[in-house]
């Protein structure tokens, strides 16, 4: 078992190199910290006149509550950033390793199919995640320093709930949808073609309560009887539990079909 982790570790360290030295997960990496950023300077830039409307970020109401929202609001054009992005830079990454000749040096060793597949989405997310934990505190210091308080749980929340999983979601599905193509253009070409089931992932997903909280944070936001913030509406167990199970589902089956593609170019060679 030790074994089999260490050589796991060594191929995630490895793809994680790569695509560092192919810039797509640098691109993606800093995406994730700055645009976060960027919004949280929009909304000092028009703090004066948002405070001073009739929007839900208005002076009329609690200040944690509004606050609250705006920084969740600043997670809602990173989202939408990165579902257009990751897929078509990730989808590259396994037809790239056959153009770079490293799928070559890695049917060379004793690695399986599955090794291989594991590994590479490993890789990326790695990547990811790093970016995301860098965000969360970055930004989260950032804004509350140039803006003000906000509530720290529902900020680790929803990244953890919204942002995360859209990351990891959208990398792992495109890197196996197009693990059985052996150029960069039909990968990208499978990309599209799955949008229509992207799409349809992103919509079950927990963006939207997002959306909703960010938006009009005194209907979406729950308190509890002493005032206090607790949660977003429509997060609860109940809720989550399908929309995680549906991304499973989707990673599974889309791991299956690069496994048996895989085997099966293999078994031609």
Known sequence: MLTYLTRLAGITYYGYLIHWRRGSLRLLMSMIVLVPFMITLIILTMLPEIEAGQSYWSLAYDAETRLTGMALFTLIPLAVVVFLLIPFLTAETIPMDRQYRVREYSDALPISSTDYLVGRVLSVWVGLLIAILLS??????????????????????????????????????????????????????????????????????????????????????????????????????????????????????????????????????
Not at 182 to 205: D, E, G, M
């Open 136 to 269: 969360i505190l970055v930004n989260g210091l950032i804004f509350r320093a140039l803006i003000g308080a906000f509530h720290l749980g529902l900020w680790l929340f929803a990244w953890i709930i919204v942002i995360a999983p859209l990351c990891l979601l959208l990398s792992g599905l495109s890197i196996l949808l197009s693990a059985g193509h052996h150029t960069r253009r039909k990968a990208l070409f499978n990309a599209i073609i799955a949008i229509p089931a992207l799409v349809y992932l992103y919509a079950i997903s927990p963006f939207m309560q997002l959306l909703y909280a960010a938006s009009a944070p005194s209907d979406f936001l729950l308190h509890d009887p002493s005032g206090n913030l607790i949660g977003m509406r429509g997060l609860g167990v109940n809720e989550l539990l399908p929309m995680i199970g549906a991304m499973l589902v989707a990673l599974t089956i889309a791991g299956l079909c690069a496994w048996t593609w895989l085997h099966w170019q293999e078994s031609r060679a």
